[in-house]
């Protein structure tokens, strides 16, 4: 097998352009065989025994030859000072972290810290009305004094109008792309998206060489979804993208809002739709959001007691950082994120729960008190 002479990068690359591995057999790959390197020195029998690896893939793996792509793409990389985030390193964004199908590695431009602060997703409907743009303008401005950085997907619409307004008030906002870094989609938002990494960011899971097809969109509705404390729909038809990301981030556990639009305008019905059937929390200001979201009286004393006064050794340390922000998390996702295993893990657990800093849930499952 030939091989790029590379570091981690070269290797992370390679894993995400192996024919029919997804980003959940990745993961496997990764566990089973004990770093992203050694996915490509592992034996057939050795991948065999990975969850998701049959005999095609497993074949795949041991004939990879795509490593010509992986170094025009760390060509791309370079001279665009492009950011990678590999779903290991810590700076990954910690939202997306206990997301099974989270992607294995992102690729960003700008000066943004994704663990920093809260992050609100505005989406809606590319054919937006007045109504709808005016809504998004004012549910931004009211959004500015809780340090809310506003995410969406650079689209027509409902999209842009989030940026513009985030933008103009002063605030961090992000674009989840559908598409690599070598090109922006809409062209008309070029402008927009080059202001955006003055006070912001562009993120993708995509590569400068992959195609840029339609079933991009609502597969990246999932980052979207996974990066955000909470999605806001503003306007959108039954049929949607937006609800598409609404209905990913309900499933995700997090919080979803609509606001109410006038009944019988097609538009609106998305919204209205998802408030009847119990799917979203019926919004009409930021003050709406905030209060349902508990931010404005939040002093986050508790987590500075906790830093102050606890003491908590590195294996303890490690467990509080994959569980801030990530909400709940099963107990083997803590133990991959953590790369802490059997009685160690444990035990730090133990110790976590008996100085309350975290929860034990039903399931194996935990979270910070």
């Known amino acids: 097998m030939k091989q790029v002479a590379g570091d981690q990068?070269?290797?992370?690359?390679?894993?995400?352009?192996i024919p029919q591995v997804g980003d959940v057999v990745a993961k496997n790959?990764?566990?089973?065989?004990?770093?992203?390197?050694?996915?490509?020195?592992?034996?057939?029998?050795?991948?065999?025994?990975?969850p998701g690896i049959d005999e095609v893939r497993a074949e795949s793996i041991l004939h990879f030859d795509g490593w010509q792509d992986v170094e025009k793409e760390i060509a791309f990389i370079g001279k665009n000072q492009i950011n990678c985030f590999f779903y290991l390193d810590e700076n990954y964004p910690v939202r997306l972290k206990g997301l099974a199908d989270a992607p294995v590695?992102?690729?960003?431009?700008?000066?943004?810290?994704?663990?920093?602060?809260?992050?609100?997703?505005?989406?809606?409907?590319?054919?937006?009305?007045?109504?709808g743009r005016h809504l998004t303008e004012e549910l931004a401005e009211g959004l500015k004094p809780y340090g809310v950085t506003i995410l969406s997907g650079?689209?027509?619409?409902?999209?842009?109008?989030?940026h513009r307004a985030a933008i103009k008030n002063e605030m961090?906002?992000?674009?989840?792309?559908a598409h690599g870094l070598n090109r922006v989609y809409p062209g008309v938002h070029r402008a927009m998206a080059v202001k955006m990494l003055e006070c912001g960011g562009l993120i993708t899971e995509y590569k400068s060489i992959?195609?840029?097809?339609?079933?991009?969109?609502p597969t990246r509705n999932r980052i979207v979804a996974g990066m955000a404390d909470a999605v806001v729909v503003v306007e959108s038809a039954v049929s949607g993208g937006a609800l598409i990301t609404a209905e990913i981030a309900s499933n995700y556990n997090r919080d979803v809002?609509?606001?109410?639009?006038?009944?019988?305008?097609?538009?609106?019905?998305g919204t209205n739709y998802f408030i009847k059937t119990n799917k979203a929390t019926l919004i009409e200001s930021a003050e709406d959001l905030v209060a349902a979201m508990q931010w404005k009286d939040e002093k986050k004393v508790a987590v500075k007691q906790k830093s102050l006064f606890i003491e908590l050794d590195e294996n303890e340390k490690k467990i509080t950082g994959v569980l801030?922000?990530?909400?709940?998390?099963?107990?083997?996702?803590i133990s991959e994120q953590s790369q802490l295993f059997g009685s160690t893990l444990a035990a730090s657990l133990l110790n976590l729960e008996f100085k309350g800093v975290v929860k034990s849930l039903p399931g194996k499952v935990y979270r910070l008190l």
């Open 324 to 333: 801030s922000g990530a909400g709940e998390l099963h107990v083997d996702a």
């Open 257 to 269: 809002f609509c606001i109410p639009g006038n009944v019988g305008q097609p538009y609106s019905a």
């Open 29 to 50: 790959l990764v566990s089973y065989c004990g770093g992203v390197d050694r996915v490509f020195k592992a034996k057939k029998k050795e991948l065999l025994r990975v």
């Open 172 to 177: 961090q906002t992000i674009a989840v792309l």
């Open 9 to 17: 990068l070269s290797f992370q690359l390679a894993l995400t352009l």
């Open 210 to 217: 992959d195609a840029f097809e339609p079933q991009n969109f």
């Open 154 to 162: 650079l689209a027509y619409g409902i999209d842009i109008a989030a």
């Open 105 to 131: 590695l992102l690729y960003a431009k700008g000066e943004m810290n994704y663990n920093d602060g809260r992050m609100v997703a505005i989406v809606g409907t590319r054919h937006a009305t007045d109504y």
